[in-house]
Structures are given as C-alpha cells and as structure tokens.
C-alpha cells in the first residue's frame, strides 16, 4: 500500500491546473512504478476524494470564472472535479480544506478542475501491464457516496 507521505510526494509532481499537461509529470512518474504501487496511489486518490465527500463541501456554490460574482449550484460531477482540485493543489491545502470548508469555493471554478487526476492510476496500470484495471478501490469517490458526510441524506 501506498503511503500516505508516497501518495502526496507524487501529487507534487502535478503542475499547474490551467494547463492542459498539468498532470504529465505525474502520468509519466506513475508508468515508472510497479502495478502494487501504482494501484496504492489509485486507493490514495480514492480515500483522499472519499473525505472530502461531505455536505458541507457539495453545498458550495460553483464559482463562475465567465461571470465572476455569480455563482450556480454543482452537479455530481462537478464537486467530483472540485474535490480532485483540492487533491491536486496539494497535502497542505487538502489539509486546509478539510479543516475550514470556506477554503473549498476557490476549487469550484469551472476552469481550474482536477478531472485528469481521475484517470492517472488506471492510464499507468495499463501502460505497464497491458492490462486494463480490473478492481475497485475500497473508497468509492462518487459524489454522495460517503454516508457519514451526508448526514440529511
């Protein structure tokens, strides 16, 4: 199993999430790795997005980059890609986050998502085994799927 101090060292390797090659660094490290650890970073991923699946963080309005001051609500997909900017901006603001949720609106912006983060682990797996990743994690990451954080639910 992956680490969790592993786990942040390569979501350092992300660059910055306007740029369309933000995640290379990461893809390329991730395809340099053996499959356990690669399906370790994939059930890292899968925990971190996990806990930040709470009401508190969904209820928060997009920020609308195109008409700033105008905020909508998020569809499931949205606050996916929301929690994965979080992740990608790294342990110190995913701490930050979970710890104050006024800290989550700045990830809703619809130009600065993480939805490439999703795909990186399953890429590599395939890329080094010729295989196509064949298991869940033990943390499902789909919007509303942690029960604990959707109390009203």
Known sequence: MTTW????TLIDLLGDPVRCDFADPLADALAQLPP??????GERLAEALYR???QEFGAAPVIDMSSPGKPFPQSADCFLYSRCAVVAAG??????????PALFAPHTATTLHGED???????????VTGEEWDGPTGFDYESCSNEDGWPDR
Not at 91 to 100: F, H, I, M, N, S
Request: proline share 0%; net charge negative; glycine share 2%.
């Open 52 to 54: 930040l699946d709470r």
């Open 91 to 100: 342990r110190e603001r995913y701490e930050a986050v979970l710890a104050d």
């Open 36 to 41: 356990t650890a690669i399906t370790g970073f």
């Open 117 to 127: 983060l999703l795909y990186l682990a399953e890429d590599a797996y395939e890329q």
């Open 5 to 8: 101090d592993e786990f942040w």
